[in-house]
């Protein structure tokens, strides 16, 4: 398991209590967004990690053991079907995961706290692609029903 999140300064714990203080700061701009794309995230990964919840990021066996629970539940392709409103679904109610992308890119390049919460987000959506099967891969959300078979394996 690594605690930190990718290169950015912050440990999931660490990050995830950073971004709840900076929510009371942030104006209404990406900045926002950029913080509620991450507490979606990361509720996200508390369903997919299960019982433990997203306190650390898993490695090794941890990590294998989780991505092919994930990739079982999206089926042999890995692929999202083009015709579903899962590729543009909001992630929430500002922010379609491609946006997110784009957002975090965005947040990198800026300095202080926005640049770590986009060095956060990369870390995230790294992790995710793993899981989903290499870089690009997490283009979707999984159901309801499909979170509760991964984090049931």
Known sequence: MVERLGSS???????RSMVARLRHVAGDGPEYDGI????????YLDQLH???GFDYVYTGAERQALADA???????????????????QPVNAAVTLVEG????TWLEHQ??????????LRALYTYLDQLYGGPGAFNELLTTFERRRVAAR
Request: proline residues 4%; contains cysteine; hydrophobic residues 35%.
């Open 70 to 88: 994930v990739r079982e539940v999206r089926g042999p392709s890995g692929v999202g079907d083009p015709e579903s409103d899962r590729l543009v």
């Open 111 to 120: 300095s202080g706290w926005q640049q770590d919460l986009g060095k956060a």
């Open 9 to 15: 300064q912050w440990s999931v714990s660490e990050a």
């Open 36 to 43: 509620e794309l991450f507490t979606a995230l990361c509720a």
């Open 101 to 104: 992308r784009e957002l975090m």
């Open 50 to 52: 299960g019982k433990s």
